[in-house]
């Protein structure tokens, strides 16, 4: 949409002098358009999600799901994940300690 991008980086205005005053204005209203239409875009997404946002607070209370219980679903997805998490390392702990006492055992019987 825009025909000139700022080059000096994210926070300055891009350089306009190169241009005639009635280019620079013709430019400025492109912007002005260009930031009227996605201000509007933005005002549209919000009531959009706030409508969501009620729609699915509805439904959870509707499914009798409350805020304690969905922190405490993820509290004891977290638990398992940590149980889950400590075993297999214990797995792996065993199989690097019979592998080393494999090892040492091995040694000593060529000694």
Do not use: C, F
């Not at 959009?48 to 004891?76: F, H, P, Q, Y």
């Amino acid at each position: 949409m825009n025909s000139i991008s700022p080059t000096t980086g994210d926070h300055q205005a891009p350089d306009l002098s190169h241009l005639t005053e009635e280019e620079k204005e013709h430019q400025e209203k492109l912007w002005k358009e260009e930031l009227a239409q996605i201000e509007d875009e933005i005002a549209t997404l919000r009531t959009v999600l706030a409508s969501k946002m009620r729609r699915s607070a509805e439904l959870k209370r509707n499914l009798g799901i409350t805020v304690w219980k969905e922190v405490s679903e993820d509290i004891n997805q977290g638990i398992k994940n940590v149980k889950e998490n400590i075993r297999q390392w214990k797995l792996k702990s065993g199989k690097l300690l019979k592998r080393s006492l494999m090892l040492q055992y091995t040694r000593k019987q060529h000694l």
